[in-house]
């Protein structure tokens, strides 16, 4: 059963659309997120479900309760959404365990309880803190408690990791997310963190322009991309011009497998990460394309190699992440070859982009 | 523990029973219909003394109010009140600015206790001073005398900002046009004057306003302005076509400078570019000029505080050995006291929507209340009283002379203050906090109560602070308004004070200014933290 379910929900401010008929689906005791950049709607969606603002159209279910259809819409305290937002906005005048207990009736505001929630959230020992002394993960840990004490069915996390250093961000994600799959609640998450949303959500739903465009488990997500900005989006591609012949994508790559069956004789674009190209030096007969080596980033543990392609059909920008070990020098003659089955995007669905070469993240 | 999905849904059967009302939802304000009610309620009562001030006005034939309006007394009353408006400001600016440099940027010996000394006067009220100067010099009268006593009395206005901001700036504006060969008085005047722009004009609207609408301060140095006009007459004959005539003009000398001053204000913001702890500023070796400025200063302060105190204490020593009914002052206190905090309760409750409205709902509605209830701003009290009496003789008889119609007025007259006490502190206080109460279960009137109302404690406090004590020294309105035989301190202090029963007068000012003497410290400390 879903827990959450959107249809053709629109919200505009004044004549500015804001959502333009969102469809979405989240299965009860999932943890999905909502991906996209800043301004897409994403936060006013979250407002949405939680009830603090209402749809023009569209319907909102959550369970077996329609509790927005653009004409009249339950008030938030009855919808049981726990709510984070971001800073996690901690009641300051009430120590932790107050704000915990803030929502519990009088009589279930016992001192095991919030101990219980507490200890689940991974920062027992706190009770009698104020919001201010406590560090930005501790702040967020507590506002979760707080969502989780009255045992929502849903909890929204509006961004709430991203005002946290990237070190502690990782820790606490981890932490939250092992204390909601705790519970089996259901969790919607929005960010704008392309590696939060792969790494911690079960589905994956990417909003741009006020509709989603896909929403997908992460892997399939960043593996087929339904169009070529999206998989820029994600991560860093090679976006490579190809023609189905044969089943295979014709490339300047040479012939490249491809994940899903695509029409004979269709042409558009095969999209390939930078880590499913492989490199070998020049004159190791191994089959691809010869290139030259324009330009290494080296991280150690692994380097991103800039390639210059000898097409005769023009000098092909390619992007290739290697192992630390075996970068190799600028200048460099190396042969490129793809290590990994293609995802084909048809002229279709992509955009005008297409002939780039090389995609680059949009917000990494 | 049982997972929560386990949990029945204890949403009823029919989904959307308890569900907000389509039509309450203002969809461009987002403000929940409840506030939107309550704003244009306190917003009406805000516009009521204008609505019968008009009213009164329209009952005069044209004929009439041209009869009225051009007679050669009203040409001396004009010339009297915008001469003394302008010489007045521009010397409270003058004495202002220089005190508070002498203050915050020179080797000044006991720098605090002068900071102390300068701002006090504040806790006089102007007809206390001039019932001062009077009694010991009763042939201060006129323009000259006026002048003297409004600047000695108001500077403190133009000098509590501009200390704050010449404490506030960036050293390093000042050394940065040293640097560039500027000395140090063109430095001051090129980049330290222009910074203080701001907080001057401030002050000498809040001074300009005090003077078209002061009339106690006036009467007793008989130097007619509109103000004492406009109470004598209607004292006088109960001529109410005549005083309504010359309200309106009050009101619309007052709305003038008020539109002057936001044309002044301009769109200037003098942010500070760049972060960093502020330095404390290099203070000026005063040398042999330091006998000069501790002279300037000390008179200044012989003038502002020690002329009314000193008056003050002569004449409850001279009025206690005589004999002074004490019942009846402590009867007035008591009298006073209770109109204060009704004053005060009653007008923080109104402030609250419309300080609500404006910072968390900024939509035209929002705003558009808040700017009505800044209406009063430009109504002098003496306007306010006679309007509020046409509204009780025209349309609530029954508050005519009522208690309840006395603190509506102060509501009126001082909701600007409580108001804007409550903005700071209502605007770091995240709306999401209430938010995240109704997700836990909370309806939006509890959800407040628990959440944002416990943490606007410190601007609930100010506000009804500053409206009550601003109750405790009110004058005019007191006077027109108050139910027969209702007497307070400032009343008592009026009628003594006019017949020239000087002894009699001082106990009730004398507990007036002991009252007052404690917002005029809680805001030279809360200046003094600010910088320190």
């Known amino acids: 059963m879903n827990a959450i379910s959107l249809r053709g929900v629109t919200r505009a401010y004044g004549t500015t659309p804001v959502l333009r008929g969102v469809d979405l689906d989240v299965e009860s005791g999932a943890f999905a997120a909502i991906l996209g950049v800043s301004g897409c709607g994403k936060s006013t969606l979250m407002r949405l479900i939680a009830g603090f603002d209402h749809v023009d159209g569209g319907t909102i279910d959550l369970g077996s309760v329609r509790v927005d259809d653009g004409h009249r819409a339950l008030a938030p305290e009855r919808r049981r959404v726990g709510y984070v937002p971001q800073e996690g906005a901690l009641f300051p005048h009430l120590d932790v365990r107050a704000n915990v207990a803030f929502g519990l009736p009088r009589r279930r505001r016992g001192q095991a309880r919030v101990d219980e929630l507490l200890d689940l959230v991974g920062i027992g020992g706190l009770q009698r803190h104020r919001p201010h002394e406590l560090s930005g993960g501790q702040q967020q840990r507590v506002a979760l408690a707080r969502a989780l004490a009255t045992e929502p069915e849903v909890i929204l996390l509006d961004e709430p990791f991203s005002a946290l250093d990237p070190g502690l961000r990782a820790e606490t994600r981890a932490e939250v997310r092992r204390a909601v799959k705790a519970l089996g609640t259901t969790a919607l998450l929005v960010t704008h963190d392309q590696d939060e949303a792969l790494s911690c959500a079960d589905l994956v739903a990417v909003l741009r322009d006020g509709v989603i465009v896909q929403a997908a488990p992460p892997r399939e997500l960043y593996r087929a991309p339904s169009d070529v900005p999206l998989a820029c989006f994600l991560g860093e591609a090679n976006v490579v011009p190809a023609t189905i012949e044969d089943g295979v994508a014709q490339t300047p790559l040479g012939p490249v497998r491809l994940r899903d069956a695509a029409g004979e004789g269709a042409r558009g674009v095969v999209v390939l990460r930078p880590e499913e190209l492989t490199l070998t030096a020049a004159g190791r007969d191994a089959g691809g394309a010869n290139a030259e080596v324009g330009a290494v980033e080296f991280y150690g543990h692994d380097a991103r190699v800039e390639l210059r392609l000898d097409d005769p059909a023009g000098a092909l920008p390619l992007i290739v992440r290697t192992g630390g070990h075996d970068a190799p020098e600028v200048g460099q003659r190396v042969v490129c070859a793809v290590g990994a089955d293609g995802h084909f995007v048809g002229d279709g669905h992509a955009p005008d982009d297409l002939g780039r070469g090389t995609g680059t993240v949009a917000a990494a | ?532």
């Open chain 2, 1 to 532: 523990m049982p997972g929560p999905t386990a949990t029945p849904v204890s949403v009823p059967a029919a989904p959307l029973g308890g569900a907000c009302r389509r039509g309450w939802r203002g969809r461009r304000t987002g403000a929940p219909g409840g506030l939107l009610l309550a704003g244009l309620g306190v917003a009406a009562l805000s516009l009521l003394p204008i609505v019968f001030l008009v009213l009164e006005v329209r009952g005069v034939s044209l004929s009439e109010a041209h009869r009225l309006l051009f007679r050669p007394r009203i040409g001396r009353l004009l010339t009297n009140t915008l001469g003394l408006v302008a010489a007045s400001t521009v010397l409270c600016a003058v004495v202002g600015v220089a005190a508070a440099w002498c203050v915050e940027r020179t080797e000044l010996p006991g720098r605090r206790v002068w900071m102390v000394l300068l701002v006090l006067p504040l806790a006089i009220p102007e007809f206390v001073s001039s019932f001062g100067w009077v009694s010991f010099l009763p042939g201060l009268r006129g323009f000259g005398g006026a002048l003297l006593v409004t600047v000695v009395a108001y500077y403190p206005f133009v000098f509590l900002p501009v200390a704050a901001v010449l404490r506030g700036t960036n050293p390093a504006l000042e050394e940065v046009a040293r640097g560039m060969g500027l000395s140090g008085w063109r430095a001051f005047w090129r980049v330290t004057l222009p910074q203080l722009r701001l907080p001057v004009l401030g002050g000498g609207l809040i001074i300009a306003l005090h003077l078209l609408a002061e009339y106690g301060a006036f009467a007793q140095l008989r130097f007619p302005t509109f103000a004492t006009e406009i109470y004598v007459e209607y004292q006088l004959g109960f001529d109410g076509a005549s005083a309504a005539v010359l309200s309106l003009v009050l009101v619309l000398l007052s709305l003038a400078l008020l539109t002057a001053e936001v044309a002044a204000r301009g769109r200037g913001r003098y942010a500070r570019v760049g972060g960093g702890a502020t330095r404390p500023h290099r203070r000026v070796r005063l040398g042999r000029r330091a006998a000069a400025v501790l002279g300037g200063l000390t008179l200044l302060v012989v003038l502002a505080l020690g002329v009314p105190l000193s008056a003050l204490v002569y004449w409850v020593l001279q009025g206690s050995s005589s004999t002074l009914p004490s019942s009846s002052v402590w009867g007035a206190t008591v009298t006073t006291l209770e109109y204060a905090a009704a004053a005060a309760a009653v007008t923080t409750v109104l402030a609250l929507p419309v300080a609500l409205l404006s910072v968390r709902y900024r939509g035209a509605a929002g705003r558009g209340i808040e700017r009505t209830t800044y209406v009063p701003r430009a109504l002098p009290g003496v306007v306010i009283g006679l309007a509020m009496v046409s509204f009780s003789l025209r349309s609530a008889h029954g508050l005519y002379q009522t208690s309840t119609l006395l603190v509506l007025a102060y509501a009126i007259l001082f909701l600007p203050l409580a108001i804007i006490a409550l903005r700071g502190p209502l605007a770091q206080v995240t709306p999401r906090i209430e938010d995240v109460a109704r997700s836990l279960g909370l309806g939006p009137v509890r959800a407040f109560l628990r959440t944002t109302f416990p943490l606007l404690r410190s601007g609930i406090g100010a506000g009804a602070g500053l409206v009550f004590l601003s109750t405790v020294t009110e004058l005019t309105g007191t006077l027109l308004l108050r139910p027969t035989g209702t007497e307070t301190l400032a009343t008592r202090f009026w009628t003594y004070a006019s017949s020239l029963s000087y002894g009699a007068a001082a106990p009730y000012a004398a507990v007036m200014v002991g009252i007052s003497a404690l917002p005029a410290y809680l805001l030279i400390r809360r200046v003094d933290e600010a910088g320190a």
